[in-house]
């Protein structure tokens, strides 16, 4: 028997754990959940796929501060129109109104909008203003969306479809960079640097897609003036097949030989399969007054 037994006593054992706790990992997950998160918020709220509430494309289609938001809507009531959703008409003031935007974007993206109804006499008179819109990707827009009321009024900005587009400089001065010819552009990127009289650098940007023209216009550390032409941008793939398709609806015989030249200007299948079908459609159409 025990001393402790002996004396009466009862003896408790306490283990003490001298390993460090580890710490805590919740921060490490918080962290990581939003670097996940945050990016899919943002990717979400800002998707043009997101479905909006009516309310929401009310909201949406006045919010003048973010012509993202004003995209967003009309790309929903396209969807509506396209679906025959009788309710697609109430939004139809605030397409006309976004049609007037100082945001091209958003010009732009209301002419194809305007374009899915082709018995509204509203956007038909819309669209007719907007072929004479500063932004070439604008005029494009209304003169294809044209086609869809028979209307022919865009017939020469579709010409223009099927030939180089004449990138001007905005401002006078000497080329300090310029994209090199054979180059391909989108709409928005850089074609040139341009450095005026007072050291103030301009950056100057394609407003057509394509392929910059070779030889080249201007060279590095020439002279130009304002309006002069820097660049020629040959139209992309998209853009010829679109003006065929329209030209097959609305086009006359003076377009045929713009259309032989489509042919040996991008010469995949599709173009030439287009390009075929329009003539076609060209020639077994009379010519006004037969």
Same mark, same amino acid.
């Given at each position: ?101 100082? %945001?091209?974007? %958003? ?142 609806? %609305? ?19 599709? %173009? ?19």
């Amino acid at each position: 028997m025990s001393n402790d037994s002996a004396n009466g006593q009862r003896s408790d054992s306490v283990v003490v754990n001298t390993r460090p706790s580890r710490p805590s990992n919740i921060w490490l997950i918080i962290v990581a959940a939003l670097f996940i998160i945050v990016p899919f918020l943002t990717w979400y709220l800002t998707w043009f796929g997101r479905g909006l509430s009516d309310q929401e494309l009310a909201q949406y289609l006045t919010d003048q501060n973010n012509p993202r938001h004003i995209q967003h809507a009309l790309l929903q009531v396209e969807a509506k129109i396209e679906k025959g959703e009788p309710n697609a008409r109430q939004f139809y003031p605030q397409i006309v109104a976004a049609s007037k935007s100082s %945001v091209p974007e %958003v010009r732009k993206t209301a002419a194809w909008v305007m374009g899915q109804d082709n018995k509204s006499e509203d956007f038909h008179t819309a669209l007719l203003q907007l072929i004479k819109d500063d932004d070439p990707l604008v005029r494009r827009n209304a003169a294809l969306q044209l086609t869809r009321f028979n209307d022919a009024s865009g017939r020469l900005e579709l010409r223009a479809m099927l030939q180089p587009f004449d990138a001007k400089a905005p401002v006078g001065g000497t080329i300090v960079g310029l994209l090199p010819a054979n180059s391909t552009v989108r709409a928005g990127a850089l074609l040139a640097r341009i450095r005026d009289g007072s050291s103030n650098l301009f950056e100057f940007r394609s407003s057509v897609d394509g392929k910059v023209l070779a030889p080249a216009v201007v060279k590095e550390g020439d002279q130009v003036t304002p309006d002069q032409t820097i660049a020629r941008i040959l139209p992309d793939h998209e853009t010829i097949i679109d003006a065929l398709r329209a030209l097959a609806l %609305v086009g006359t015989k003076d377009e045929l030989p713009l259309i032989d030249d489509a042919r040996r200007m991008d010469p995949t299948a599709d %173009v030439i399969t287009q390009a075929t079908q329009s003539a076609k459609a060209i020639n077994a159409r009379p010519e006004p007054g037969q």
